[in-house]
């Protein structure tokens, strides 16, 4: 398995439009976490880097939505980087990451500065690209070395979820989207019979996946104790009168 954390930064897309087929990407993803921002509460939602900055949260109830990203564009709330955000403790209800950890640095920062600065019950929502997809085996292949999909990391599901687990996170619903290599820039047809027969039998190999978290803390309380012992406690030869203790001596 290769090393999460890599020497240096790989380029990270400013726009959807710098993926292949990046504005269907973005309208696919806004479908997919439509209904369960709806169950987002609080007072603030951040959306970490670029490509979450443009997402439409169109149906989540929280008005405060901060969009952080590591150069000022249009868009920023705050500029910072992912792996040492500028957030109190407990403070964020809400944390969408749409591809930042394909490329990132190190992608363990990140969910820790997250996992830092997130509420307890708070949602964690984060989209990657599945190597185990035809978009993952055309990464590997000698063609179209311009596409910035050459950069992304391609973090299974199964080991990012188990980093959400380590962190505390219970693993709330996992989503596998589109039947598509990308590189070719291929029309996306999610409603084709081969793209359903896929989804029914082969939904582990979709190039993206949707990892729907919620964050998790045990609170501790005292536990009391619903019986007493009794002690049992006699006096031998001994007598206490007038607060004075006198011994008596045993008759003969």
Known sequence: MRPALIKNHPSKPQLWQDLPLGAELKCLI???IAEVSRKFFGYHLVRLGHLSSQIELASCPI???INITSNSQAYTSLVATPDDLPLSENSVDAFLLAHELDF????H???REVDRAIMPNGYLVITGFNPLSLCGLFKHLPFNQDNILHEARFFSCARVKDWLQLLGFEIVD???LLFNELF???????SSKWSQWCY????LLTSMYVII???????LSMITLKWKAKTKFSTVGASVRNGLMQVETPKK
């Open 184 to 190: 070719l820039q291929r029309k996306l047809k999610a």
């Open 104 to 107: 990132s640095k190190d992608p």
């Open 30 to 32: 806004e479908k997919e």
């Open 174 to 176: 996992v989503k596998h």
């Open 63 to 65: 008005k405060h939505q």
């Open 200 to 203: 029914q039998y082969l939904p």
């Open 109 to 111: 920062q990140i969910l």
């Open 213 to 219: 978290a919620r964050k998790r803390e045990i609170q």
